[in-house]
T-cell receptor
Framework: GAVVSQHPSRVICKSGTSVKIECRSL??????MFWYRQFPKQSLMLMAT?????????EQGVEKDKFLINHASLTLSTLTVTSAHPEDSSFYIC????????FGPGTRLTVT | GQSLEQPSEVTAVEGAIVQINCTYQ??????LSWYQQHDGGAPTFLSY????GLEETGRFSSFLSRSDSYGYLLLQELQMKDSASYFC????????????FGAGTRLFVKA
């Protein structure tokens, strides 16, 4: 089946720095990818829809300037958490697919 | 907007059958999915219903009634490894077929 990868799987950064997370569709092209955030014992919250070649669509309450999304090719979307703070520590998951959604393995971000 | 409701927690014994219900509200319904997530892991796809009826995949079955905005996941012959969180998720035509997740149902399987 289709595979979506994420890199890195785990990252620790200091408060105030920026972190980039990559999401790749390995065996299919994805004009649209989705970014989710999940806090412990909570559900996945959709942050934004990443659109290849155009601006991302952010969900209400998600800061566009803080969570920068770039979908530069049909197989790659990146999420950059800018000026990260401890409250941004979370599990970030991307997905892609038109029918069945294929999820990446997730990136656990810890901001110290 | 979209909203989904599912029970927060279910407990069952090994070998039993458990049903997790999900009701949803959305303006552009496209399909209902179910995902399993173990602690620390990413969600894994279980099933997808776009049309009314029952879909069976091994020990897991999923049902959809679009007229009732209702679906359920049925797990049979429960095993200890089925202890996990189960999310229903609605695929919405609005905004490019985004998927919105329910709050999740924590399933505890006891010996």
């Amino acid at each position: 089946g289709a595979v979506v990868s994420q890199h890195p799987s785990r990252v620790i950064c200091k408060s105030g720095t920026s972190v980039k997370i990559e999401c790749r569709s390995l065996d299919f092209q994805a004009t649209t990818m989705f970014w989710y955030r999940q806090f412990p014992k909570q559900s996945l919250m959709l942050m934004a829809t990443s659109n290849e070649g155009s601006k991302a669509t952010y969900e209400q309450g998600v800061e566009k300037d803080k969570f920068l999304i770039n979908h530069a090719s049909l197989t790659l979307s990146t999420l950059t958490v800018t000026s990260a703070h401890p409250e941004d520590s979370s599990f970030y998951i991307c997905s892609a697919g038109t029918g069945e959604q294929y999820f990446g393995p997730g990136t656990r971000l810890t901001v110290t | 907007g979209q909203s989904l409701e599912q029970p927060s927690e279910v407990t069952a014994v090994e070998g039993a059958i458990v049903q997790i219900n999900c009701t949803y509200q959305t303006s552009g319904f496209y399909g209902l999915s179910w995902y399993q997530q173990h602690d620390g892991g990413a969600p894994t796809f279980l099933s997808y219903n776009a049309l009314d009826g029952l879909e069976e995949t091994g020990r897991f079955s999923s049902f959809l009634s679009r007229s009732d905005s209702y679906g359920y996941l049925l797990l049979q012959e429960l095993q200890m490894k089925d202890s996990a969180s189960y999310f229903c998720a609605v695929r919405d035509i609005a905004g490019g077929f985004k998927t919105i997740f329910g709050a999740g149902t924590r399933l505890f399987v006891k010996a």
